[in-house]
């Protein structure tokens, strides 16, 4: 050893930390030697664990110190002076677990290290040791890791228990890992020591909590799958499980999942010893404190059957029958102990059990037998090995192989409740007891006498229980079965191996979301039972975990393992213990201890903390004072002197079966230093060996915190018990229906249903709290559950006592007082002991105040957090936080106060005036206010002899009339929803009445008070109940404040548009206001804004049709009621219409589409309409014909000028009339033969004409007839002659476009829809600065109501709704930020300017797409892009008007004299010329190009033949030769070209080699679309070409026309570009006017020239 390791922790400080502080003693009950020894050490101790002969203590910072017999070390370290971990330091410890001879030591990261004894294996396999390691003498790492997954991960563990020879460790996952030896480790092997840890399958997909390590079992507590029910009878199914009938405590549901219970219990053979025993066989020295040597090392006890003293094998096999009497033998040695001293032992044998349900054993055998079809074998096998053998029962190493029922049991165990309380199983004596009992009153002696006085009134002496010797019987308490291999639970993978991610959702789900402990818990055992320690009703090993029935349910918050016993606290305050009970260490004296049982605790006492050592318990609990109380259960001492009680506890250090202690105490008994210890927080126990972590009461904070968590555990208590003694028994009872009456029995479940709510709730928390105080050091005072879970709380009791004040105004408390009179019978009297209110002297039970205690608790929260705050510096986020919490449980605390004074009096007034009609008014949720059955408050107006009653309810107000309000008898009655009711005083006038006004929706009317106070007191109650319904505080609303605009649900009742309807949304003063929902009886819905009593605004209406059984549906703007505005109406008949409405009918713009429903015709129409007919301009393509018509509309028909096109190619123009052709026309078909004539039908000619055939011929004279049947004719036919010169006359009459409306008067609607969504009633009427205002408004509305905008969306709606600079004269400096303001506009259709946009857009497509590509409409198609240009630039002049006119010029911006010299050199700029063409066609264009590009595609369509013909054969010549007949000059010939950077010469046979880069950028000219952007293309083309000829020619080379022409034709031939003609004519047509003659303009001329000169090239 080294001398760090032998440093003691002499830094004691001066003086002692305020918390962690530690005492130590030996266990040896309240007798005079009862003295702990504070260990002073300079960190505050956050943990203390103990193990057979050794402690560890983790200090603040994570360092770890041991004392006591270091056996690994050969050393013996005084607990005074503890010895530092020094290989530990920096690791950062937070756990620490001491084992028999091992210990653990857990880091904040989750790695184990472990040190100690390793002879089992429980040190695992580390890393410095081998497999031969007997002791690892320094802590070393333990890796745990999980194979199972890809690839294998190292698992974090979060806790640590240890045995003599196992260790467990939790992870991080809540799952659970072992290593060691014996069953104990729950691992599906029979291969000990197992030195990796493993993963205990059998827990596998379980949510384990918490694990604890006797000496030769494990427990673990395990968070229940199934949710706990509320319903909690006591159902005859409970006993047939074979469970104890002493087992209950609390009621809860029966209901276990059978499918993890497996009751096989199995021998321990040679196949466990086989491993470990060839190590064992010498008795191995050990250093004692003394220098002397133990006799032996505990054993592995991996064969836990006795072994003779010599070492010899004694193995002996005998067959049992089923139900033989074992008789103890003390002359057969697998039957006697190895000492030789069964008296000191419980029996060995089992004899059947005299009071046993069957009259004789051989019917219990026969009747085995015949259900298992095999004998029981009993074997015992003897091995080499230690000599304190564990076990002293043959029960332990019995196999059973059958597995019979457990009902076979179920009477017996029935009758075992009539066993006598003095026979204690396993002890086998019954004799006098001196039982010593703690009660309040001890728990106040302590506080107020001597410690000395004390200690010699309480070391009550106990007669020794061994005297007499009369053993008693020792019944088996449940059949084992055959050994299972691997779990049962395996099979079902589905059931118990959830995957990781679903393990949480598989847990209990009270925890999901709130991170409170769970109670739904579920405590699992196994290992060694020879002692009953497994609880699982009889002393069998269990080789995998088992659930503890018994205990499911109760709530188990803890579990704690002695060597040979278990313990369990649950979460109210009992605790379970079973196991052996040789010294009393269960703090009881029922039988069997097979089983867990409740220890005997005094009245008053509340246990939150346990631990177990070798032979005795230590517990932690609540007295009558803040002060925790330890409870010690186990043997007494007498006095003696520290010799010989060292001596003798050395005697019996390492006796590893149980001894009988020669005193003991009955029940748990008061140690009375506990209060000198300060505030325990945790206790401890190990070997012979008590500790106690306790902290100093500093400035009041520890003791407020212990207040608390005692006040929240007490408070469970009388919960628990209310809950079970009165709430529950009431609910399962069958008649509770017909006595409480429907609406009360629905009112009753649910005030049970909330009062579970509220215990469950303050269950998780007194538990919580229970950790928290074990921890306090580490914990933040802000992390308690009453901070982060305010609300939580909060809402919990509001749900509670408003379920509360519903069942108490409805009456039910006087049913259910006679109900729980029937019911409860001799319960009654605990009842009134919980009940806790003043007026205690009748002893008679007062449900109402009974059920109302819990509103004290939160008046308790309130206070405790005051006086934690008041520990806490005003400016600390703790104070902030606390004083918060404070605030919020005190008011709460008092709005509960006042709600339950409100049920008080409803309740009152109900009783008061109860009869038939008032029944009506009274419900659940409603508390009256104030009413005036004092006449203080009458009708403006009343009659003399009429009566009016005003009753004020939360939630209404109620007039009736004709009544008589002590005898509760009125005529009718009217109510008011306060929802909607407006209030306001009238000004007191000249009539001096004091009267209040009320407005309700339908209706208003005045009342009259009497005084003006009786006024005041009606407006301020009025007031608030009004505000406090609308979900305002209600206090101190000043009155006439509480507010006019509200959001609220109203049914109207009086005739009118809304009869009927329901109503839900916004209000203003009375009148429906704002956005709401009305719904009308007949179907009738409509959601939208309503102003001042009608539909305004957006809104989308649905309206029935029973015609067609669907209903029309409509969304868009409203006005005063009606359609108004844009929207689209779907009718039920299938047809669409999309545009603007007045008055609720069709006006404006709007486009009607009928849908494939419409059983005539499907056609489309767009364009103007006047009171729901068509008039004006309109496009109308009938689909079904495979006509469109663009024309004049009159009344819903075709009238005035207009164009027809079909889908054969003919096209007419011409007027109508009355909806057909009607005078003169043009009528042109797809072969150019035309006819002008006079027509008085569709395609009908009546009259004189000239037609025109393709070839030049003509005929002339009278025509009848239809188009497509034939024309008969009555004329002249001429043919001209080839040279004659053409008819000019005739030419006019054939000439397009004479018929058709002017393009500026076409779409004259959906400019003035635009200028009307400006604010302007025409073209430029109107304000310009509330045109800017009305486009905020509508950007901002837009944005609003469409929550589901793209990001770049919002961005571009947040740029428009700023208003730009638009008064100020446009400069060249400004005139871009216009264009980028249209630009945005136009993206967003929105914006009014982007809405006329998209639907030019669309009425153009409507036009010129489909039937409308007919290459006679380019003309029309053209202008009408213009005409667009015209309008549009007149509303953007009328925003901005600042822009010159068309072609105007626009200024620079006026220079201040400091630049005016620095600008002088740049006045010489280029000039910037306004048209609306250059600002507007970039922004249209792009959008109409498809349609207009097909018209001159179309129109372009010959010439573009003989022109592509010209070129697909003229490209078939390489570059030299094409260059050679183009006629361009041999200097202009490139000699190289560059391919990838690498130069190459050109040669005669090369191709598309010459003028690449010019090619390249012309044949760019089909990607844009404005003329502008194609001149830019042509202009690039040719600087790209001077750049390609420079090199070859002098600096100063200008271009001429001859030499330019060929060239770029040549260019022109290789770029081979479609539809070229289109190009030039789209050019031609649409640029702009400034370009025309200019430089652009010359080289758009020679592109012309060029593709003119292609189409005219004559071949090579």
Known sequence: MENRE???????????????????????????????????????????????HHGLLLTQGGQVYSFGELLWRDLSIPVSAPVLEVSLLGKTVVRVAAGGFHCGALSEQGSVYMWGENTAGQCGLTEKGTVTNITVSEPCPVSVVDSEVVPPAVVRVVDLACGREHSLALSSQNELWAWGSGCQLGLVTNTFPVWRPQKVEHLAGRHVIQVACGAYHSLALVRSLPPQNYSTQNTPEKRERGQSPHYTVTEREDTVDDAHYCPLGVELSEVLTGETSPRRRGPRRRLQRGGRSAGSSPGSGAGSCPFSEEGRSTTKQKNLPVGADLEPDEETNHLTQVDGSPKSHPLSGWRASKNSAFSDEVELQNLLQKLSGHSLEMQNTSGPGDTDSLSSHTSDDSCVSSTPSMDLFTSSYKEESSLNSQTTNNSGVSGPYSSS?????????????????????????LTNINQKGNTAVNRRRSLPGTPTHGSPRRRRPCACRPSSAGRTQASAPEEAGDRLPSLGTEVWSWGRGSEGQLGHGDQL???????????????????????????????QCQVFSWGSNMCGQLGHVNSPVTIPQQAKLSEGLRVWDVSAGQSHSLLLADGDCIQPILLYCGQHQEPMSAQSERSHQNQRSYQRSPNRAESYTVRPTLLPLCMEMGYISSVCSGGQSCAVLADQNVMGFISAIHELASRERHFYCWLSSVRKLLLTPLRNREGVCPLLGEPCTHLFFSLCESFVHLSTLIGRHSTCLSYFLHDVQSRDVTSLPLLTHTEHFLDIYKEYFSALGHFQVM????????????????????????????????????????????????????????????????????????????????SLSLSLLRRKKEAETTFLFWKTHCGKHTEVLRLPQRRVVCESSNRSLTLQNAGRFSNHWFILFNDALVHTQGAIPSQSFFSSHHVYPLTCLWVKPVTEDSSGLYAIKITCPEESFTLVASTPQEKNKWLRSLNQAVDQVLGGGGQGSSPGMTAMSRTASYTFTGEGRFKDAQYTGGWLAGRVHGRGTMKWPDGRTYTGNF???????????????????????????????????????????????????????RHGYGMLSSGKQARTSSSVFIGQWVQDRKTGYGVYDDITKGEKYMGLWLDDQRNGSAVVVTQYGVYYEGTFKENKMSGPGLLVSDDDTAFHGEFSDDWTVNGKGVLSLANGDCLEGLFSGEWSTGLKVVGTYTKPAIDEPDNKER??????????????????????????????????????????????????????????????QTKVLECLEFIPQHGEPVTTANYDNIRRYLTKACETPLHPLGWLVETLVTVYRMTYVGVGSNRRLLRQAVQEVQAYLTHYYSIVRFLFPGLPDDGGIIPDPPTSPSKSRHNSNTTEQGVVVVSC???????????????????????????????????????????????????????????????????????????????????????????????????????????????????????????????????????????????????????????????QYGEMGLMFTTLKACYIQTQHESTM
């Not at 049913?815 to 002297?841: I, M, N, P, R």
């Not at 844009?1126 to 603007?1140: H, I, L, N, Q, R």
């Not at 397009?1296 to 400019?1311: I, Y």
């Not at 202009?1532 to 191709?1551: N, T």
Request: hydrophobic share 35%.
């Open 6 to 52: 032998e440093s003691p922790a002499n830094e004691q400080a001066a003086t002692p930390p305020e918390r962690g502080l530690l005492h130590i003693w030996q266990s040896a009950g309240p007798s005079d030697q009862f003295c702990p020894e504070r260990v002073l050490l300079s960190r505050p101790v956050l943990q203390a664990t103990l193990g057979e």
């Open 1291 to 1352: 030419s006019s009459l054939f000439r397009l476009g004479q018929h058709v409306v002017p393009a500026g008067q076409r779409w004259a609607c959906v400019f003035n829809e635009c200028w009307s969504r400006l604010g302007c009633e025409a073209a430029g009427r109107g304000e310009r600065i509330a045109a800017w205002e009305n486009i905020a408004v509508t950007i901002t509305t837009a944005r609003r109501h469409s929550p589901d905008l793209s990001r770049s």
């Open 541 to 571: 090993a269990r080789l995998q975990p088992l659930c503890i029935k018994s205990l499911t349910g109760e709530e188990v918050i803890k579990v704690a393992a002695g060597s040979h016993h278990s313990l369990a606290l649950s979460a």
């Open 1477 to 1635: 063409s250059s600002l507007l066609l970039p922004l249209l264009l792009p959008r109409l190009y498809p349609p207009l590009f097909t018209l001159y595609c179309l129109q372009e369509e010959q010439e573009e033949a003989q022109y592509w013909e010209r070129i697909l054969r003229l490209n078939k010549q390489p570059d030299q030769a094409l260059l050679s007949f183009l006629g361009v000059q041999e200097k202009f010939w490139p000699v190289w070209m560059s391919i990838l950077g690498e130069k190459k010469q050109i040669v005669s046979s090369s191709k598309d080699a010459c003028f690449v880069s010019a090619v390249e950028t012309l044949q760019q000219i089909s990607t844009t679309f404005t003329p502008s952007d194609k001149l830019l293309v042509i202009q690039k083309t040719f600087e790209e070409l001077t750049q390609e000829v420079k090199p070859m020619l002098d600096s100063d080379f200008l271009w001429c026309m001859d030499d330019l022409l060929p060239l770029f034709l040549y260019v022109v031939l290789r770029a081979r570009i479609r539809n070229l003609g289109a190009e030039v004519s789209l050019i031609e047509d649409l640029m702009d006017p400034n370009v």
């Open 811 to 890: 009456g039910g408390f006087q049913s259910l007082h006679k109900l729980s009179l029937e019911c409860l019978g001799s319960q009654q009297t605990t009842l009134a002991q919980l009940c806790v209110s003043d007026q205690s002297g009748s002893g008679e039970l007062d449900l109402v105040s009974l059920l109302y205690w819990p509103l004290q608790q939160l008046h308790h929260y309130s206070r405790i957090l005051l006086k934690l705050a008041a520990c806490y510096d005003v400016l600390t986020i703790e104070y902030q936080s606390l004083h918060q919490g404070c605030i919020q449980f005190e």
């Open 1091 to 1145: 102003k001042n009593g009608l539909e305004d605004g957006y809104g989308e209406c649905i309206i029935p049709n029973k015609v067609l059984n669907k209903p029309d549906t409509y969304q868009g703007h409203w006005k005063d009621g009606k359609i108004h505005g844009f929207g689209k109406y779907k009718y039920a008949s299938g047809e669409v219409y999309e545009g603007c409405f007045c008055d609720g009918q």
């Open 437 to 461: 009992p703690v009660c309040l009153e001890e728990v106040r002696l302590c506080l107020e006498t001597e410690k000395k006085a004390l200690q010699g009134q309480k070391s009550s002496s």
